[in-house]
C-alpha cells in the first residue's frame, strides 16, 4: 500500500525559503510521478508543481514560476519542493501527491494523481 509522508512545513517570513520533502513507501518511487498540491482555508486543492517520474519533466502553475523548485531522488523515494520568495498568499496546507506513471502521464493535471500525504502547514507572515 503506498503511503506517503511529508515534512519540512513551518512559519516563515515573507522573502524567505522552505523546503519540503515527501518520502514515498509501499511501492517503487519511479512508478510514480509526483506533485504538490496546496489548500488555503476556503478555497479548492489546487496542483502547484508536477514531476514525471524520471525527473525529466517539470511543471508548475503560474503564481509559483521562478521561486518553487519541484525535484526528486528515485534512489531515496524523496521528493521536494523548493520554496523561495515566499509571498503571504503561499499560506497553505500542503500536499504531497504521487500518481502511477502507469496510470496516467499527465503529470501538470490534478486528475493524474491517486494518493495523498497528510499534510504540511506552511505560514507566511509579513
Known amino acids: 500500500q503506498v503511503q506517503l509522508v511529508e515534512s519540512g512545513g513551518g512559519v516563515e517570513q515573507a522573502g524567505g525559503s522552505l523546503r519540503l520533502s515527501c518520502i514515498l513507501s509501499?511501492?517503487?518511487?519511479?512508478?510514480?510521478?509526483m506533485g504538490w498540491f496546496r489548500q488555503a482555508p476556503g478555497k479548492e486543492r489546487d496542483l502547484v508543481a508536477g514531476?514525471?517520474?524520471?525527473?525529466?519533466?517539470?511543471w508548475y502553475e503560474d503564481s509559483v514560476k521562478g521561486r518553487f523548485t519541484i525535484s526528486r531522488d528515485n534512489d531515496k523515494k524523496v521528493a521536494y519542493l523548493q520554496m523561495n520568495n515566499l509571498e503571504l498568499e503561499d499560506t497553505a496546507e500542503y500536499y504531497c501527491?504521487?500518481?502511477?506513471?502507469?496510470?496516467?502521464?499527465?503529470?501538470?493535471?490534478?486528475?493524474?494523481?491517486?494518493?495523498w500525504g497528510q499534510g504540511s502547514q506552511v505560514t507566511v507572515s509579513s
Open positions: 514531476i514525471n517520474w524520471s525527473g525529466a519533466g517539470t
Open positions: 501527491a504521487a500518481g502511477s506513471r502507469y496510470y496516467s502521464q499527465s503529470y501538470w493535471l490534478a486528475t493524474a494523481y491517486g494518493y
Open positions: 509501499g511501492d517503487t518511487f519511479s512508478n510514480f510521478n
